[in-house]
């Protein structure tokens, strides 16, 4: 997926698997399941404020091209969202893309984006 040249990728943190917690374990899941089920480059999953999740994978179409995260926002703005608990995106990246970053931090400056690869093992976590 093309990251946007105005927003720089992040770079996760070393983050312990074993750390996550029970809900942000579930959004793994999630995000492995929306990439997989479209054969996408990248799935992405949120929790809102309210606990309610939103699941995405990225889309690359002629006239619009979204990362994972960036639908996974927009889904949960459109479904009355107005803060993120923990976003996590599955990719084969090593950085999480500049675009994603942006729309998480949109809602939440402190949410925690985890990073996993497509397998599920958490790669790092992005918290700035």
């Known amino acids: ?29 999630l995000a492995r399941g929306a990439r997989g089920r479209v054969g996408a480059v990248e799935g992405a999953a949120v929790r809102d404020q309210d606990g309610r999740t939103y699941a995405a994978a990225s889309v690359a179409l002629p006239s619009l091209t979204l990362t994972a995260l960036q639908l996974a926002v927009a889904s949960a703005v459109a479904a009355g969202a107005s803060r993120l608990e923990a976003a996590v995106v599955v990719t084969e990246a090593s950085t999480l893309d ?6 998480v931090r949109d809602l939440s400056v402190d949410a925690p984006i985890h990073v996993a690869a497509p397998d599920g093992t958490v790669l790092g976590t992005v918290v700035e």
């Open 1 to 29: 997926m093309p990251e946007s040249p105005a927003v720089p990728a992040a770079r996760p943190t070393q983050a312990d698997p074993a750390e996550l917690s029970a809900e942000d374990g579930k959004l793994v899941i």
């Open 98 to 103: 500049g675009a994603g970053h942006a729309a």
